[in-house]
């Protein structure tokens, strides 16, 4: 694969869409469509997003006998899908600062202790370049709607066999499909 160029098409309020040209190893030209968090990006380097743009919250409850899961709304598949806790990292925040911010945010919980950090990932490979990482701990407190009116969600704390049960029949974010499917076997 050899870069030939990049070209902003589009940008919108959180992604900017933008054109990558290529050469194939045959000698064709080709363009690959991406979506960036980055609204300037303008060379083959800049794609190498260094800094992380989201934050993932894995949690338990204080027993370690409950994953937290969201089921929420999601317009891009307009359906509802189980995830974990997520969100930006704000200017000036670093991301467990956010993981305790998001959390609060979407659930109502305190993640009240951190038992590791998993860092960096890309959350949509195949047309992002979007950097996340996990923030694992325990959450206790009390559900609380989200504060957010553009966010539906509805966060639970599930048993290993409920986890096994929804993975079954229910649609997952792919992290938290895998993620969950590992928990729940150990």
Known sequence: MKFKGLTKREEGKFITRYDITYETVDNKEKVYEIISRQKDLDSFEALHNKKADAVVIIATDESGGKILVNKEFRLAVGDWVYN???????????????????????????????????????????????????????????????????????????????????????????????????????
């Open 84 to 186: 974990f806790p997520a969100g930006l990292i704000d200017d000036g925040e670093e991301p467990i600062e956010s993981a305790k911010r998001e959390l609060g945010e979407e659930t109502g919980l305190e993640l009240y202790e951190i038992d590791d950090f998993i860092g960096p990932s890309y959350s949509a490979v195949g047309f992002s370049n979007e950097i996340n990482v996990c923030v694992v701990g325990k959450a206790r407190g009390e559900f609380h709607e989200s504060t957010s009116t553009v966010e539906e969600i509805e966060p639970g704390w599930y048993t290993k066999k409920q986890i096994r049960e929804l993975l079954k029949t229910e649609r997952f974010a792919a992290r938290t499909q895998g993620y969950c499917y590992m928990w729940s076997r150990t």
